[in-house]
């Protein structure tokens, strides 16, 4: 008995799950998401400020950028306090991505062009799969989450109304191919934040629970945001994180009067603002999409991967993730500018980003670990 | 212009548009004019504007919505209930005792003011609710007591302190319109007045300029702000910010030739400042009202407030997990083996299950509510965190005996105090080639007083190991949920490394390093120069640790005492 047309059945994974079979045959698939309750607002709000009117941040702006080129990078972590344009950016960034096609009716928003990643329903529906184009998604992680949200749980209201167990699909699967942003990581329990990286990185989520058994399919970039003053992160979760970026406010007096203007005036009429600024943003969108098409052809030259190799050494950075994403996110950073090939100077441009959140601590020495970075770019990247 | 005046005036403008200037912080301790205050606030606020208050131990399920039980129960579907977040939509959240706020509230409350939109995860629900709300957040902090949170605060346009006004200069709101001057003319750009004020008044957010540039526009009725506004803006916003008295010499170089030239699509045509030669300018004027405000004596708190060490936020680490006592700190799930069993929060878990469960379960028997262990929830607990004073002692021969001899004295009377307030103390020493715990963390007076008649003298200056030691016994101070205060005797004159091998140079550099580690941990840090004369060196490693200096040439024990307290 189906509530809704937006509600499918979904064929569990038939490896995996021999045990269920007997217990429930079918796990159900609710998209509550698809019908929103009428006193609520939508999830995403509609005004945004525009990401090319984003003053200065130059460094945070493209670590998302290149988070956007290639998702594989592994996720940005943005230190700084709260309100330095953190969460405006990766909302502008969002808004201006081209739309990417879906499965019409999949609560993963599946990628027919990848058919390895498809969701259990999605790769047993026969004939040909029905696409949409839909904005990319960007997800909140709001404080005060709990757990069954964030992976997904058993549909309450089909198990209260109609004693059916069905799978409720959380805020992974809703982020699937977009955008997951967690304001304040270092507030979230450590159970949640483990689960998450763990998510993130095999790019699956798998739920256990309340009788519940499956798997779907859940690559999203993970954007952090934390505050270093309320807490340290501990390593292995920065470890995680493909880039990170600190972000500051601006203390030179024309920047800062630049940022209040155009806050002011996108507040007094943001509709005015944001077509004065629609030509940037699409300007960086066409870039975007140039860069995306321009990676699969870029390759790394061995002198830049032993460059790569040698600065990891020289920072002492722990076991292979360090030089993996300095290399991609190099690729990434030479495929926006549309460079022919990578060369030692996007290596060096990145690399604070890409290490300064691996570097052991050292006691003896007191400089910030990006000085550290820099140090090390110039003694072994010097031509 | 009176305090109570402008307080007055705030009152209208957070109530005029509270979720956009955010609110207001309130220093004031509980009392008649407090109460006053808050009923102008109400006055000032339209009937379709709500003010309701906070208590602080609001848990999640009340603040942020989540499943209303009873009605979920009786209709037999979830049904979500609105948290005190969206009550208030529109309106204005007041919460007392705001300086004790917990740093996970205190992130609620600052994400649903940048969102005006409070997310709901919970439950098994998924729902966002406009929440575009104001918060008066009411300080009673008094002294050395932790400011109220600085991220949530900095987003309040205005801070007004009721402390010192008496009964007397209370006069009942006259019925004022919010417009300071509504026919002035237009100031050519205010965002970049405001701007140049805020830095020549020491403002680092950005967050100063703009709300003052709300607060104007507001005054303005939404045109652009006038000369009489923008001051006004500058007076109540700007002014409570203001970490520097400003001189007008700085605002002349600011105002020179800075105009930004951006190639902002949308500017207007980059106007020239007031013209020269017609007095001063319209900064220096507003920096001119600015100062007119501004207490007394402000350079010298804001230099105060600048060497504070950070305060130590009450952090997860502080929270000894899974303790039984304390204040409850919310359900999660767990065995009640590992806290308190929440039955509330475990029938809540429970009852969307029951139909289910029911159609599973073989026993007929319909009223027996079914609970699995999955369901149960415990409470934990957080307990108040107690001091713990680390009294890290110079014991080298450069610190002369005598003074070895006094600091003993001080802990001596540290811990008769200690023992009334329920306090630990440890002792340290650092000598020859390491550093050596004297005393671990403890009450017991006796044992105190005993290992400190043995504390022996003479040797080499180990410094930076004896900082380290000391930090080290922080964390696990801190671990174990206490707070730590790391009191260093010296005379500042490292000659000893790490590595134990003699070599001043080295081992200044050392300690300078642990020093900065030390204010990396957040430990509050006091340094007592045991030197005969103040040594610049002490000064020096005092800086690094970010903690307080106390030059005491001929120390007495009283006099250290004194100053531990006040640390404290």
């Known amino acids: ?383 | 212009m009176t305090a109570w005046a402008d307080a007055l005036r705030v009152a209208r403008l957070a109530a005029a548009d509270p979720h956009g200037l955010g609110g207001v912080v309130v220093h004031a301790g509980a009392g008649p004019v407090r109460d006053a205050w808050l009923a102008a606030l109400r006055d000032a606020l339209t009937a379709a504007r709500p003010l309701r208050r906070m208590p602080g131990s609001i848990t999640d399920a009340r603040l942020l919505g989540g499943l209303d039980l009873p009605a979920t129960l009786a209709a037999g579907r979830p049904v979500a209930e609105a948290g005190l977040l969206a009550e208030t939509d529109g309106g204005l959240l007041v919460v007392p005792m705001a300086e004790r706020l917990s740093p996970g509230l205190a992130a609620r409350l600052a994400a649903t003011l940048d969102d005006g939109i409070v997310r709901v995860e919970r439950d098994g629900l998924g729902e966002s609710r406009p929440a575009r709300l104001g918060v008066i957040l009411l300080d009673e902090g008094q002294g050395d007591d932790a400011p109220v949170s600085p991220a949530l605060a900095d987003r309040l346009a205005f801070h007004i302190d009721l402390s010192d006004i008496a009964l007397g200069d209370l006069t009942p709101p006259e019925a004022a319109s919010l417009g300071e001057d509504e026919s002035g003319k237009p100031v050519a750009d205010a965002a970049a007045v405001l701007c140049q004020a805020a830095q020549a008044l020491g403002i680092a957010s950005l967050r100063g300029p703009l709300l003052a540039m709300r607060v104007a526009r507001l005054l303005t009725g939404g045109r652009d702000p006038t000369e009489a506004a923008s001051i006004l803006a500058a007076r109540l916003v700007l002014a409570p910010r203001a970490t520097q008295t400003p001189t007008l010499d700085e605002t002349d170089a600011a105002s020179d030739d800075s105009s930004p030239e951006t190639p902002a699509p949308d500017e207007r045509a980059p106007e020239t400042e007031a013209a020269p030669g017609e007095g001063p300018s319209l900064e220096q004027r507003l920096v001119e009202a600015v100062r007119a405000v501004l207490p007394p004596g402000l350079l010298a708190q804001g230099l105060e407030a600048g060497s504070r060490p950070r305060q130590p936020r009450p952090g997860k680490a502080g929270i000894a997990a899974a303790s039984r006592t304390g204040r409850p700190t919310g359900a999660r799930a767990g065995a009640p083996r590992h806290g308190r069993l929440d039955l509330i929060e475990t029938l809540r878990a429970a009852a969307p299950w029951q139909r289910l469960r029911r159609g599973e379960g073989a026993t007929p028997d319909s009223r027996r509510i079914r609970i699995r262990p999955e369901d149960l929830r415990i409470t934990r607990f957080a307990q108040r965190s107690e001091t713990t004073t680390i009294f890290a002692v110079d014991a080298s021969g450069s610190a002369a005996l005598e003074r070895l001899a006094e600091a003993k004295g001080a802990v001596e009377l540290l811990l008769a105090e200690a023992y009334t307030r329920r306090d630990r103390v440890a002792v340290l020493a650092f000598r020859g080639t390491g550093a050596e715990l004297i005393l671990p963390p403890t009450r017991a007076l006796a044992r105190a007083r005993r290992s400190l008649g043995a504390l022996p003298g003479g040797g080499g200056t180990p410094l930076a190991a004896g900082l380290d030691a000391a930090a080290d016994l922080a964390r696990t101070v801190r671990r174990g949920g206490g707070a730590p205060l790391v009191v260093v005797l010296t005379d500042g004159r490292a000659n000893v490394t790490r590595t134990g091998t003699a070599g001043r140079a080295q081992a200044g550099a050392e300690a300078l390093a642990a020093a900065a580690s030390l204010r990396g941990e957040g430990v509050r840090t006091l340094l007592i120069d045991t030197a005969a004369r103040p040594q610049e060196s002490a000064r020096r490693l005092a800086e690094a640790m970010g903690g307080r200096y106390l030059p005491l040439p001929y120390a007495d024990a009283g006099a250290m005492r004194d100053a531990v307290r006040t640390a404290r």
């Open chain 1, 1 to 383: 008995m189906i509530v809704n047309g937006s509600t499918r059945a979904m064929s569990r994974e038939p490896a995996s799950l021999p045990h269920l079979t007997a217990q429930i045959g079918t796990i159900r698939v609710s998209d509550r998401a698809k019908s929103p309750r009428p006193d609520t607002v939508p999830h995403s709000a509609p005004s945004v400020f525009p990401f090319s009117a984003i003053v200065g941040q130059d460094e945070m702006r493209q670590a998302l950028l290149i988070a956007a080129v290639d998702p594989s990078v592994g996720g940005v972590l943005v230190f700084g306090d709260r309100g330095t344009g953190k969460s405006t950016a990766i909302r502008g960034l969002a808004a201006l991505l081209p739309p990417m096609r879906a499965v019409v009716g999949c609560p993963y928003a599946c990628d027919p062009a990848r058919p390895g990643d498809l969701c259990p329903r999605c790769r047993d529906h026969a004939g040909a799969l029905e696409t949409h184009a839909v904005p990319v998604p960007v997800v909140d992680l709001p404080l005060g989450a709990t757990e069954d949200r964030v992976v997904g749980a058993l549909d309450l209201e089909r198990a209260l109304a109609h004693g059916q167990k069905a799978f409720e699909p959380g805020l992974l699967a809703r982020a699937n191919r977009g955008f997951l942003y967690i304001d304040e990581v270092n507030l979230l329990d450590d159970h949640l934040v483990d689960l998450l990286l763990d998510v993130a990185a095999s790019g699956v989520n798998t739920v256990e629970r309340e009788g519940l058994s499956l798997r779907h399919p859940a690559r999203f970039v993970l954007v952090g945001s934390g505050n270093p003053e309320e807490g340290e992160l501990r390593p292995q979760l920065l470890d995680r994180f493909g880039l990170a970026v600190e972000v500051t406010t601006p203390t030179d007096l024309p920047t800062r009067i630049d940022v209040v203007r155009r806050r002011d005036a996108y507040e007094h009429d943001s509709t005015a603002f944001r077509a004065a600024y629609a030509a940037a943003d699409e300007a960086i969108r066409e870039n975007l999409t140039r860069a995306r098409a321009h990676l699969p052809s870029l390759t790394v030259p061995d002198a830049t991967l032993e460059a790569a190799a040698r600065l990891c050494l020289a920072l002492g950075t722990d076991g292979l993730r360090g030089e993996l994403t300095l290399m991609r996110t190099a690729r990434a950073l030479a495929a926006l500018e549309g460079a022919e090939t990578v060369g030692r100077d996007h290596l060096a441009r990145i690399a604070p980003a890409a290490l300064r959140h691996r570097l052991r601590r050292n006691p003896l020495d007191e400089s910030g670990s990006t000085a550290r970075v820099a140090r090390a770019v110039a003694e072994v990247l010097a031509p």
